[in-house]
């Protein structure tokens, strides 16, 4: 089954014409789909709290930032662009209070909605518009006539009208220049998890650790260590984005790709596979989701424990130090 595509002239901007959209958070998504939205002749408001660079930010680009709750009250579409970990906790307090029927609630990315965090009152549908990239780069591609290919999601029970907002939507922020294409909240929400635990980030970064370990266990030094399992990641990256596998193995050394098509199987094996398919288990029937939501209800003390672990990691340290002597990267320090 191949996904239906939408492009500009499968979106009109008058499904927004008259209506207010409160773009709650203005941080890198909320910054980028806030003024992609009022350059596209919106009408467009703020919900940022106060004192923080992000509220400074937002007044530096002509908007007057008010409370959350004041600007759901003045709004027609409320898009939650907060961090996923507390977006439950202000939709209860500060979002569901001043919804009205007819309202339409937002979000560009489904945890929240998907895990029951975010339950809409009845007259109001539920819309996902997820652009498939960073604030920054959604603002810098519409800036520049582009665009980054976005999702589309109905919630339940919404119809046709909140399509054709979310298309609206969407071509404001410059969704449809790249190509919109049509999803369930479910499958956003799980694919999204799925994707970050095994491949994006808790794949690629174990894989890293491992090998990198291995290499300095068996006596070599960490600096070639550093640089043969992570930096020349990048590389490998560049061509997948580039070209996929086949371009990577067409720019790589035969040698390179023999190792490839013989070793890479004895690394990711059927146990591999097997783990795979539990978490994304996990993912489907909401324990990952529960554990996440605990986790943040305690005050994430194990997730900031092992963020202060894997700070300190051999591979940081010498990491640190090498990419100094590369003046080309534009490296940064947490
Ligand atoms: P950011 O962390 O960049 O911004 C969050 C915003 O919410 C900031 O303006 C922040 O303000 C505000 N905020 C944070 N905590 C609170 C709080 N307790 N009360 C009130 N306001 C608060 O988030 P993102 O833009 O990255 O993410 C927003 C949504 O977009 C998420 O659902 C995410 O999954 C989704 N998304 C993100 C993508 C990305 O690349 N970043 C890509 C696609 C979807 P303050 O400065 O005061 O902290
Ligand atoms: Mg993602």
């Known amino acids: 089954m ?12 008058s499904h927004l ?40 930010l937002a007044v530096s680009h002509k908007f007057q930032p008010m409370s959350v709750a004041e600007a759901v009250q003045k709004a027609d579409i409320v898009n939650m ?24 609630l937002m979000c560009s990315h489904g ?19 997820a652009p498939k990239g960073p604030g920054h780069l959604v603002r810098s591609e519409y800036v520049k006539g582009g665009g980054v290919p976005s999702l589309i999601a109905l919630g339940e029970g919404a119809g046709e009208k909140t399509r054709q907002i979310g298309l609206a939507y969407a071509k404001g922020i410059g969704g449809t220049r790249g190509g919109v294409i049509e999803t369930t909240i479910a499958e956003e929400t ?55 596998l086949s371009y990577m193995r067409y720019s790589v050394s035969n040698t390179a790709e023999f190792g490839d098509y013989t070793r890479g199987p004895r690394i990711i094996t059927a146990e591999t596979r097997q783990v795979m398919k539990q ?10 989701a529960r554990e996440w939501i605990l986790e943040n209800r305690a005050g994430a003390p194990a997730f900031k424990a092992t963020r202060r672990r894997d700070r300190n990691l051999l ?20």
């Open 190 to 244: 799980e694919t999204d998890l799925f994707g970050e635990q095994v491949v994006l980030c808790g794949g690629v970064s174990e894989l890293v650790k491992a090998a990198f370990d291995t290499l300095v266990e068996a006596g070599y030094q960490p600096e070639m260590a550093y640089f043969e399992c992570m930096h020349e990641l990048k590389l490998i990256v560049d061509l997948f984005y580039q070209g996929g």
């Open 81 to 104: 662009l907060l961090p996923d970990e507390v977006q439950g906790e202000i939709y209860r307090a500060h979002v569901l209070p001043n919804l009205k029927p007819g309202n339409v």
């Open 17 to 56: 014409k008259d209506k207010t959209i409160a773009i709650l958070g203005y941080g890198s998504q909320g910054h980028a789909q806030a003024q992609n939205l009022r350059d596209s002749g919106c009408s467009v408001i703020i919900g940022q709290r106060e004192g923080s660079p992000n509220y400074d």
């Open 2 to 13: 191949t996904a239906k595509i939408y492009y500009d002239n499968d979106a009109d901007l």
């Open 279 to 288: 978490i994304l288990t996990e993912i489907q029937n909401g324990q990952f």
């Open 111 to 129: 945890f929240n909605i998907h895990f029951g965090q975010v339950e809409p009152p009845k007259g109001v549908d539920t819309l996902l518009v």
């Open 315 to 334: 591979i940081e340290q010498v990491g640190r130090r090498l990419r100094k002597l590369m003046s080309w990267i534009d490296s940064k320090e947490v």
